[in-house]
């Protein structure tokens, strides 16, 4: 019933000054903050968090791939040297500057904080998600720029991907279990 993600306040969010208004955003909702600290992360965290797997940068590469090609670019590099080029400016973009890595507690809180941050792309995120309402990049600004694209904020997208993650950012000696007033009404048994 219970679970924990990770959020990541990348250091586009931080370099803006905006961590605060975004955090009260998940506060308000009534998930509660288990784990949090401002990291100037290293390459081997990053590394870490994203995964030198064949398989996941395949994945990125398709992704990345179809982008162009629906924007009529020719794309002559296969899937994976695609995926393993956008992996590496993500650890180039998340080592520019400190992130806050964030661990929030809630009922259902994966697939809540996922709708709340919004699509991947901030330009296509809907007005009242946090992408929607303070991102402004886009695919082709980042391509035009040679950049992965800036969207503030990471957010887990499975129990398993969570596990993993939070692992990579947390020692488990880092994370607090604390009772909030609205748990006694939240998770009440009658």
Known sequence: MIERTLVLFKPDTVLR???GEVLARFE??????????LIHATN??????YEDNVEWMKSLGEKT???YESKGVVVKDDVL?????VRQQLIEFMTLAPSIAIVLEGHDVIA???????GTAPNNALP???RGDYAFDSYGLADTS???LQNMIHASDSKESASREIAVWFKPNELCSYARVEDALLYRKV
Do not use: A, D, Q, W
């Not at 081997?44 to 968090?49: I, L, M």
């Open 128 to 130: 009242g998600t946090i």
């Open 17 to 19: 000054g905006i961590v």
């Open 28 to 37: 308000r909702t009534g998930f509660k903050i288990v784990g949090m600290k």
């Open 146 to 148: 040679g950049r992965p």
């Open 44 to 49: 081997e965290v990053v590394g870490k968090h």
């Open 65 to 67: 791939k179809k982008s």
């Open 112 to 118: 809540k904080v996922r709708l709340m941050v919004g």
């Open 81 to 85: 040297t695609i995926g393993k080029r």
